[in-house]
C-alpha cells in the first residue's frame, strides 16, 4: 500500500514558514509599488543582493547536478549512483529560485514574458535567460521519471524514459553555456571591474568554478540529509569526489596566476589595497587551504576533514561571486548601496522556501537511497547506469 503523503512541522520549519509568510508579503509591495519601495538599487548600483547572491551565488550552487550528471553518466562512475537523486532535486530547486530571483529583480516585471518572443539574440542576457528557462525545464521533466515512481502514471514514466539521454545530453551543454556567460558579461565591464577579477577568461573562471563546487555541495548536502534522516554519511563516495575538486582546484589557480601574470596585474594581489586583500582572502583561504586539505590523506579520510574543505570550496565560490559583483565594481561605480532589511528577507523567505520544498520531497519521493542498496551499487559500480537513476543534470 502506497504511504501517505506526510510533512512533519517542527519549531524550525515553522520558522522558515513565517520567513516565506514575510517574503510573501513584502514580494506584493515590490511587485505593485517597484524596486524602489523594498529595495536600495540606485542609478549607481542596479544590481544588488537579488542578482549577485541569489542569481549568480545560485546559479553556481546549483551546479552540482551537472557535474554529478557528466561524472556518473559520461563518465560512467556508477558508483556515484547513490547521491545522483539527491544532487538533481538540490541543482532543480537552486534553479527554479534563481529564476524567482530573476522576476524580483527585473525592472518592470510586467514584462517577464518578452524573452520567450522578442528574439534578443545579440544580448549575453538574451542567452543566459533562455539557458536558465531550458535547463530547468530540462532538471524538472528529469524529476518527473522520480514523481512518477510515487504518483503512478506509466504511460508518461515510459516516455520520459525514452527522452532521458537526450535531456541528459542536454543538461550537461546547457548550464556550460550559462554558467560561463554569466561571467561573460562582465568582461563588457573592463573600465569598471577591477583588475584582480576581470579577466577574458572570466566565463573559463565561472563555469570551471561551478563544476568542481558541484561535488562540495553534494558533499555538504549529504552530510546535513544523512544527519537529519539519521542515515550513515556516504563518505567513500565523498573522498572519491574530492580529488574531481582537488585536480580542477589545482587548474583554477595555475590558470589564474597564468592570467594575472600574462596581463601585467600579478603585483596588484600585492599592493595592501582593499581590493587586494579580498583577492588574497579569497584565494588562499578558500583555495589554497581547501587544495592542501583534499591532498592530505589524513584530512580527506575523514568526514569532518572532507567536509570542512567542501564548506571552503562553497564559501569561496560565494565570496568570489560577491567579489566580482560589489568588491570588484566598487571604486568605478560609486554611489553607496547595502541591501535593505527588505531585500534580505527576500533572500531569506526564498531559500526558506527551497529548504521546506528539499524536506518535502525528500521526505515523500524515493530520493535518498536506502543505504543496504546504496551500499550494493558502490559495490557494483553502477552497471545499471541510466536506467534506474535519473540523470541528475
Known sequence: MQRAWSFKLTPTRYILIALVALMIIVAIVRFIFGLGMVTNLNDHWPWGLWIGFDLLCGIALAGGGFSTALIVHVLHRGKYLPIARAALLTSMLGYVIALVALLFDIGRWINFWRPFFYWGYHSVLFEVFWCIALYTTVQILEFGDIFLERVKSFPLKKVL??????????????PTLHQSSLGQLYVVAVDKLHPLWWSMIIGFFFVWSAFFLGPAMVTLEGTLAA???????????????????????????????????????FSLAFNGSFESNMFLIEMIVFVIIPIIMYAIPAIRTKLWGVVTASVLVIVGVIFNRMNVVFTGMATQMGGHYFPSPWEWLVTLGMWSVLILAYLFIVENFPILIKEEHAKEVAVTHGASVGKSVPSGA
Open 161 to 174: 524514459g525514452y527522452a532521458m539521454t537526450p535531456l541528459l545530453i542536454v543538461g550537461i551543454i546547457l
Open 227 to 265: 544527519r537529519a534522516y539519521k542515515r550513515t554519511p556516504e563518505l567513500p563516495i565523498f573522498q572519491s569526489l574530492t580529488k574531481v575538486t582537488l585536480w580542477m582546484m589545482i587548474v583554477y589557480l595555475i590558470v589564474k596566476i597564468i592570467d594575472l601574470v600574462y596581463r601585467g596585474v
